[in-house]
Nanobody, 119 residues
Framework: QVQLVESGGGLVQAGGSLRLSCAAS????????MGWFRQAPGKEREFVAR????????YYADSVKGRFTISRDNAKNTVYLQMNSLKPEDTAVFYC????????????WGQGTQVTVSS
């Protein structure tokens, strides 16, 4: 099994920055696509960003394009989310996701970390 441990969440003022980290266990991290999702109070979980296993393909939700950057360091089994120009509407619990492609596709989830952006 894969375990995901997140860190870096906290309280920040609008316009500020935070960097989230997600450390994954296991020897097969380099074969997993990784992503970030978030869930705001009273809303469903939504996609934020994803990165392919090699790091060569990246996709962002329209709401965060130009502000957030996803990256990974396979040597450290870690994926990052650099968040700049934060807005109050970014306030949510952020979840790390790992997608195992084979032999049977499966998704792993982290415990979530709170990001709060004040006005």
């Amino acid at each position: 099994q894969v375990q995901l441990v997140e860190s870096g969440g906290g309280l920040v003022q609008a316009g500020g920055s935070l960097r989230l980290s997600c450390a994954a266990s296991g020897r097969t991290f380099s074969s997993y696509a990784m992503g970030w999702f978030r869930q705001a109070p009273g809303k469903e979980r939504e996609f934020v960003a994803r990165i392919s296993a090699s790091g060569g393909s990246i996709y962002y939700a329209d709401s965060v394009k130009g502000r957030f950057t996803i990256s990974r360091d396979n040597a450290k089994n870690t994926v990052y989310l650099q968040m700049n120009s934060l807005k109050p509407e970014d306030t949510a619990v952020f979840y790390c996701n790992a997608h195992k492609p084979a032999p049977t596709p499966y998704n792993y989830w982290g415990q979530g970390t709170q990001v709060t952006v004040s006005s």
